[in-house]
């Protein structure tokens, strides 16, 4: 009995030890797949950068965008020639205008995410709330940003407080229709099955809707964040400096398409920066999502 339980240990100890490397060795598989794909798409721009396949003007080769940004993070002279040193671009460094947009996402998206699952959850758990309401957020929901921005700026002026409303605006109906989804979903049985158990409204909101629902929940974040970081552009179209949507829209206006394929990337990355982030807080908060 002994040797078979030893056998039986050692083989599930060796069949971990293979799925962990397999994994591994996936994991390695990818980033090399990765790399090699990134390498290939700029060694292609440079290739028909460098060949003026397409003017320099419209598509500058990757050096030129690698010295813009190195230029956007550092004090250098104003011209060539002039002695006078100036402070990155617009008198900012490029990370202090990424840092004010994400300020801005901060506070307007915050707080759509705080209030959004509130009245998502208000709103899945009363039909008549949600008949009356739901219309309206689709209506809000397919607004482009760029047709309500001049009326928040009537309202609440070209300063931090529109481009807030703005970003908020963005990401609160995303969530409060993932949350109404998420809360829909939840089986009928499930709840009848808590109250024949004697819970009550309180325990069945706390045991039971919310734990179901709070994968769609973190999936609507995702979405909300993102769609909100999409409208930064939009949203510091006036006055945004600093910012990074305003840098990249005053540079395009300048013609400096270095720097602006410079914003464009960092604005790129940060986005992938954020949705990875989002996701990981959201296997954290929900381990036993995709589990049986």
């Known amino acids: 009995m002994i040797s078979i339980g030893a056998t039986r240990t050692a083989t599930r100890a060796a069949e971990l030890g293979t799925a962990q490397t397999t994994g591994r060795s996936g994991r390695v598989r990818g980033i090399g797949v990765r790399v090699l794909s990134l390498a290939v798409l700029l060694g292609l721009w440079w290739a028909i950068s460098a060949a003026k ?4 003007q419209f598509l500058p080769t990757p050096g030129a965008v690698w010295r813009a940004f190195v230029r956007a993070n550092s004090w250098h002279e104003l011209a060539p020639g002039v002695p006078r040193e100036v402070r ?10 990424l840092l004010a947009s ?17 009245v ?8 008549t709330l949600a008949t009356i309401v739901e219309p309206y957020l689709n209506f809000l929901r397919a607004l482009p940003p760029l047709g309500y921005i001049g009326l928040l700026i009537v309202w609440f002026g070209i300063g ?8 908020f605006l963005a ?7 993932a949350t109404m989804t998420g809360v829909h979903g939840v089986s009928a049985d499930r709840v009848n099955a808590a ?12 045991r039971v809707l919310l734990p179901a629902t709070l994968p769609e929940v973190i999936g609507g974040i995702r ?14 179209l006036d006055n945004g400096i600093p910012g990074i949507g305003g840098l990249a829209y005053l540079s395009g206006q300048r013609l400096d398409t270095p720097l602006t394929m410079a914003c464009i990337i960092v604005i790129g990355l940060t986005a992938l920066g954020l949705d990875a982030a989002i996701k990981r807080i959201g296997d954290l908060a929900v381990p036993w999502k995709g589990k049986a």
């Open 53 to 56: 396949i397409v003017d320099q």
């Open 88 to 97: 990155g671009e617009q008198n900012y460094f490029l990370w202090e205008h």
């Open 102 to 118: 994400l300020q801005r996402i901060g506070v307007g998206a915050g707080a759509a995410v705080i209030l959004g699952p509130l």
């Open 120 to 127: 998502g959850f208000g709103l899945g758990t009363s039909r």
């Open 160 to 167: 931090d407080t529109s481009k807030i409303w703005l970003l």
């Open 171 to 177: 990401a609160f109906p995303p969530l409060v229709i």
């Open 195 to 206: 109250r024949s158990l004697g819970a009550n409204r309180r325990q069945v909101i706390t």
């Open 223 to 236: 979405v909300a964040i993102g769609f909100a970081w999409t409208t930064v552009v939009a949203a510091e």
